[in-house]
C-alpha cells in the first residue's frame, strides 16, 4: 500500500489548507486512518483519526473544532481540512494507516503503512 499526501504550502494565520492523501494498492475502509505531525524539534504526534470499521472519530484538542477530517471512498482518499491555522500548526504532516483500531484507542503510533508528509508553514 502507498500514501501519498498533498496539499501543503504556506498560509497565512487564519487561513485554510486541505491536505490529501491518497491510497493505493488497497481500500481505505478497511483501515483506521489517521494524521500525523511532527513539528520543528517535536516529536511526532497523532492529531485525528477515523475508522469506519470501529465507527471511531477522534481529533486532538489542539485542532478540535479547526480541523475536519473525510473519507472519498470513491477516490480511495482522505482528507484533512485545516482551517483558522495558526502558527504553531507549522509542521510535517503525515497520514498513516493500520488494520486495527485508532492510535487514541490502542496508544500505539505503530501504523501499518506512512505517507512521506506534506510540509504546512503558517506565517504572514
Request: hydrophobic share 35%.
Amino acid at each position: 500500500v502507498q500514501l501519498v499526501e498533498s496539499g501543503g504550502g504556506l498560509v497565512q494565520p487564519g487561513g485554510s489548507l486541505r491536505l490529501s492523501c491518497a491510497a493505493s494498492g488497497s481500500t481505505l475502509d478497511a483501515y483506521a486512518i489517521n494524521w500525523f505531525r511532527q513539528a520543528p524539534g517535536k516529536e511526532r504526534a497523532g492529531i485525528s483519526c477515523i475508522s469506519t470499521e470501529h465507527g471511531d472519530t477522534y481529533y486532538a484538542d489542539s485542532v478540535k473544532g479547526r480541523f475536519t477530517m473525510s473519507i472519498d471512498n470513491a477516490k480511495n482518499t482522505v482528507y484533512l481540512q485545516m482551517n483558522s491555522l495558526q502558527s504553531e500548526d507549522k509542521a510535517v504532516y503525515y497520514c498513516a494507516i493500520t488494520g486495527g483500531r485508532c492510535w487514541v484507542v490502542t496508544g500505539s503510533y505503530d501504523m501499518n503503512y506512512w505517507g512521506n508528509g506534506t510540509l504546512v508553514t503558517v506565517s504572514s
